[in-house]
């Protein structure tokens, strides 16, 4: 029953899913990768999906043979090259760690961020992601993205961090490398 399951799931029949957990089908039912259902959906995108399997009981923090979380893998799908910020708010709603970290420290902001997705960044800050945690290599989220000239994601992060209390961002230092840019990209009228 796994793979037909997993099949539906990765097809979007919602109705199907329905049915196999009606018919006692295991919600922390794993893939040969250690995924489980919801860390399918989730990375797949499809909201109502997440939604059957959260209100089915699945464990929203459970995490694969990488670490990673379905939060994780809705604020980044590397093969759509998009976020779900829909799917990332539903984990969220349901109890899901906007901190728990995979390889190297790197948290869902930092994902989001460095790949652009403005919209799940903001989604996560409203639900309290620190935007000053930093990865095994000392960086955060914005010093992470801004070689990467993702223009909104780098100014949601630098108000962010101005709104935690740290003046105006860690990539302002006039003698940290990128600064000018922050400070350029910064909108008029904006200190």
Known sequence: MSDKLFGAI???????????????????????????????????????MVRVLIEAGAEINASDERGWTALMKAAY?????????DVVQALIDAGANV?????????????AAGYGETAVVETLLRAGA???ARNDGGLTALMMVKQKHYVDVINVLHEAEREAGVGEGSCSSKNEPGSRV???????GKS
Do not use: W
């Open 10 to 48: 990765k097809t979007g029949d919602v109705e199907s899913v329905r049915q196999m957990l009606a018919a006692g089908a295991d919600t922390g039912t794993r893939d040969s990768e250690g995924a489980t259902l919801l860390m399918v959906a989730s990375h797949t995108g499809n909201l109502p």
């Open 182 to 188: 922050v400070t350029f990209l910064k909108p008029a």
């Open 130 to 132: 620190d935007v000053m």
């Open 77 to 85: 799908n590397a093969e759509q090259d998009r976020g779900f910020a």
């Open 99 to 111: 901190e728990a970290p995979i390889g190297y420290g790197i948290r869902p902001l930092m994902l």
